[in-house]
């Protein structure tokens, strides 16, 4: 069981709205830095271990700073990514750039940064080589295929788009050596919002057992591992969270069986988490504008899947809580939606809540991560502002909301 609690009372997100409308979605800057300082010490047994935080799950760069100063770098996959890491001045070898299908001007943004390179196919060899000269250190991007099982998000190893094999991963490593490639380093990412600890744990063993193989056939060492993000949420209140000690433990004696014994340490230990480090800490805050009454009972909020997609894209469960109305019977059930032209635009669907009135605050949990920067503008709607909770309970705005200027800003309507 997970607890579903605010960072702020029904009077202090009243206040909040009074100088910032809803919709938006607000992030709590205290616990999210408790939680990066917890990821840290739950690895402390290796002292290299170093968290590189996934841009793509919140892309905000107020976000990113507040994370570097906690000692995490980023892992982007984009030119944008790349852009707002060295915004928040991530750059060197905190950055990890994990693309693919990649455009050659990401590669050399990515090489000019010093970024760590980690490359999705083989025959990227020959086009970093050919757009931007090879780095001292490279990574590849391992596809285990039929040999690991799927994740329902995700899914199977075997139908995804990245990675390599295990011989192009064999035959990648030993082109590179030929190039005189002195340092490598290998990735895998096979899981998204994966609850399953012991998925971790046979991940981090595939990839020593990988290291051990790439040792003995190709004669390399291997600076680091990168276990790649996926690590999941309890969405649900009737979820737990992934138990990150147990995790910890298991790749730790992974560690010392595969790695240690066969000598092939120091060998650093990197990951590349968004959900776990941001997700919970996000909260989308709206207002109920609309009470609908035909074959179901709608409430229609001021916010759309504009603002966060999860729900209409996975069937993703978002728990919601209406304002003051926490300890009131459940007794009313709403399809909570949104006012885009997609029927599945809707928060939550046949959920047991509370009478909602209009002009009720609506806050729906857990948009951390996955959740604005998923936004899309179809139908014309905006994306909304993003506001930080700081640590002495006052609002920054970190991102403020987009205005029709912006959505008509790529037309040009006088040669109408
Ligand atoms: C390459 C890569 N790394 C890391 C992540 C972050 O995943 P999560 O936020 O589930 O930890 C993703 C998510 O899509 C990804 O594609």
């Known amino acids: 069981m997970t607890e579903k609690k605010l960072p702020f009372t029904k009077s202090q997100i009243e206040e909040i709205i009074q100088k910032y409308p809803t919709p938006f979605h607000i992030y709590d800057e205290k616990a999210i830095r408790e939680n990066a300082k917890k990821l840290i010490k739950t690895f402390s047994w290796c002292d290299t271990f170093k968290e590189y935080f996934a841009v793509k799950a919140n892309p905000n760069p107020y976000l990113l700073k507040i994370l570097k100063e906690e000692g995490f770098g ?14 928040a001045s991530i750059t060197g070898e905190n950055i990890m750039f994990t ?6 001007e990401e590669y050399v943004k990515a090489k000019k940064l010093g970024a760590i390179i980690n490359l999705d196919d083989i025959t990227h060899i020959d086009f970093l080589e050919q757009n931007t000269g090879l780095p001292d250190l490279i990574c590849f991007r391992y596809n285990p295929g039929p040999l690991r099982g799927g994740n329902a998000l995700i899914g199977k190893p075997e139908e995804a788009k990245y990675g390599l094999t295990k011989d192009q991963i064999l035959e990648a ?21 994966e609850l399953d ?8 063993i595939m990839l020593f057992d990988l290291v051990v193989d790439l040792s003995k056939e190709v004669g390399i060492k291997m600076e680091f591992v990168n276990l790649g993000g996926g690590f999941g949420i309890p969405y649900r209140p009737e979820q737990n969270r992934l138990d990150m000690d ?32 941001t997700g919970p800490y996000g909260y989308l805050v709206t207002k109920a504008i609309h009470k609908k009454d035909t074959y179901k009972n709608y409430i229609g909020l001021d916010a759309c899947m504009s603002n966060l997609m999860r729900p209409a894209l996975y069937g993703a469960y978002h728990h919601i809580t209406v ?5 009131a019977l459940f007794d009313k059930k709403y399809d909570i939606v949104g006012s885009l032209c997609e029927n599945n635009d809707k928060f939550a669907i046949d959920r047991m809540l509370p009478k909602i009135d209009t002009g009720d605050i609506v806050v729906i949990h857990d948009t951390g991560a996955h959740g604005f920067a998923m936004g899309f503008n179809y139908n014309g709607k905006l994306r909304s502002k993003e506001l930080l909770l700081k640590q002495d309970g006052s609002v920054e705005l970190i991102r403020r909301a987009e205005t029709l200027d912006d959505y008509f800003a790529t037309l040009d309507f006088s040669k109408l």
């Open 323 to 327: 304002m003051g109305k926490e300890n």
């Open 197 to 204: 600890p012991n998925y971790f744990i046979d991940t981090a």
């Open 74 to 87: 980023a892992d982007c996959s984009s030119l944008a990514e790349l852009v707002l890491a060295e915004k």
């Open 246 to 277: 147990y995790i910890s433990a298991g790749i730790k004696k992974a560690f010392e069986e595969k790695i240690v014994k066969n000598k092939l340490n120091p060998l650093k230990i990197f990951m590349e988490c968004g959900r776990i480090i």
């Open 99 to 104: 693309s693919n299908d990649t455009p050659a």
């Open 173 to 193: 490593y030993k082109i590179c050596k030929q190039k005189g490639i002195k340092r490598f380093g290998l990735h895998t990412m096979l899981a998204s919002n």
